[in-house]
């Protein structure tokens, strides 16, 4: 795939493989798969990458869709490949990932900051050498009692899903306004 110089990427950081497929881990897999839907982007795996990688045009520009297959504490592999292979800015990227810190069906935009214990973020934050980095975060909240990483590799409830497709839905018009616009535009995440 040629992707010219000037070209964005989203990531949506989760784990690989049907076993995870429903994990609230995996809430950026689902964003980035609603935005490669909506875009016409097929996903396709890639060997060399160590993802499924897609592309779309958005206003003029090329947009890279990524999913990492590394294994979301493991991520930062994935990311410095695309990074390297296509000469991505750092500016120019944008990631997606579940945040326990927020409660189910909020989201929250980031221009920088650090991991906040997310090990997704931590392996890409080392792999890039700096914590100036885009992100979408999908609030998936804490367990009332339990473990944080029983949790995280839990399926959603079928109680919690109406609530997952609406904030699958506000994570992936955050990432639309990001990619149009940036962080000129306030963010509209309600």
Not at 76 to 102: Q, T
Not at 122 to 150: F, H, K, M, W, Y
Request: net charge positive; proline share 4%.
């Amino acid at each position: 795939m040629v992707i010219p110089e000037g070209a964005k990427a989203v990531f949506g950081l989760g784990n690989p493989g049907r076993k995870y497929k429903g994990n609230r881990h995996n809430i950026g897999f689902m964003v980035v798969e609603a935005l490669a839907v909506d875009l016409g982007a097929g996903l396709k795996r890639s060997l060399f990458l160590a993802g499924r990688v897609g592309s779309a045009v958005i206003e003029g520009r090329r947009v890279l869709l990524v999913e990492p297959s590394t294994y979301m504490n493991r991520s930062g592999a994935c990311v410095a490949k695309v990074v390297a292979r296509y000469a991505l800015k750092l500016s120019d990227i944008l990631f997606v990932h579940d945040e326990v810190d927020l409660p189910l069906g909020e989201v929250r935009v980031r221009q920088k900051g650090s991991s906040a214990g997310h090990r997704g973020m931590a392996s890409i934050i080392q792999a890039l050498q700096t914590q100036s980095l885009s992100r979408v975060r999908v609030g998936i909240a804490r367990p009332e009692n339990g473990a944080v990483a029983d949790h995280v590799l839990s399926d959603f409830l079928p109680a919690e899903r109406p609530a997952v497709k609406e904030v699958v839905s506000l994570a992936k018009t955050a990432c639309l306004q990001w990619l149009r616009y940036g962080f000129e535009k306030p963010f509209e995440l309600r």
